[in-house]
């Protein structure tokens, strides 16, 4: 997964260090409760910070940790604007559009996580989708509240697809990989690292324990 090669061991002090500086609020030595939303399930991106509560990273600095997934890019900012949890993993243009609604609000970004955005269009190679042009007249499977699906708009300009001659499917999170391997839809909206691999879990689902 991309996400490993992104956390080499020199950031490892990045980031327990923005957690003991933003959080720590006790005395000193006391241990701190933490809340930590993700932005999704518990998929490879999230493999560090599980890696930190496995080999006791955070207890090291006084931290109990305690991470939950979450349903969609929104909700870990919504969670934490709340005060319901204390920092969340999240999409940085969902929080800056956030932030442009909702301006004061008690939210900031701390620390880049991607080297490279995530956002991306899977598509099946049988519909002859090589280039973002040949997704005219074709179907696109996208999540209304799909963080790569909201970059539509500038994709669009930036490419000189013609948006009307693409018909937009609107589906769940859970359907959007097993529509693909189905073919119900020509291609997908969705995050590198994981679309990819989810539809060829659908598509082929005797090989999950191979992947797993």
């Given at each position: 997964?991309?996400?490993i090669h ?10 327990l260090g923005l957690l003991?500086?933003?959080l720590?609020?006790?005395?000193a030595?006391a241990?701190t ?6 932005d ?30 979450g349903?969609?890019s929104?909700?870990?900012?919504n ?11 999240g ?5 800056i559009k956030?932030r ?5 609000a008690?939210l ?27 997704l005219?007249g074709?179907k696109l ?12 708009p ?9 948006a009307?001659?693409?018909t937009?499917?609107d589906v769940?999170?859970?359907?959007r990989?097993p529509?693909?391997a ?12 994981s679309s ?10 005797w ?6």
């Amino acid at each position: 997964m991309r996400i490993i090669h992104v956390f080499r061991r020199r950031y490892w002090g990045v980031i327990l260090g923005l957690l003991v500086a933003a959080l720590v609020r006790g005395s000193a030595g006391a241990q701190t409760s933490v809340k930590f939303t993700l932005d999704w399930k518990f998929e490879g991106p999230a493999a560090p910070f599980l890696v930190a509560v496995d080999r006791g990273y955070f207890t090291a600095e006084n931290l109990e940790v305690m991470i939950e997934p979450g349903n969609g890019s929104l909700e870990p900012i919504n969670r934490v604007a709340s005060g319901a949890y204390d920092i969340g993993f999240g999409d940085i243009n969902t929080l800056i559009k956030f932030r442009d609604q909702k301006r004061g609000a008690p939210l900031k970004a701390v620390f880049m996580v991607y080297n490279k955005p995530p956002g991306a269009i899977v598509a099946r190679k049988s519909r002859g989708i090589t280039t973002p042009k040949d997704l005219e007249g074709k179907k696109l499977g996208a999540p209304a509240r799909d963080a790569a699906f909201a970059q539509w708009p500038i994709f669009v300009q930036t490419t000189g697809i013609d948006a009307r001659k693409v018909t937009i499917v609107d589906v769940g999170f859970a359907a959007r990989e097993p529509i693909l391997a189905s073919g119900q839809v020509d291609a997908i909206t969705g995050f590198s690292f994981s679309s990819y691999l989810l539809s060829k879990i659908a598509a082929y689902p005797w090989t999950t324990s191979l992947l797993c």
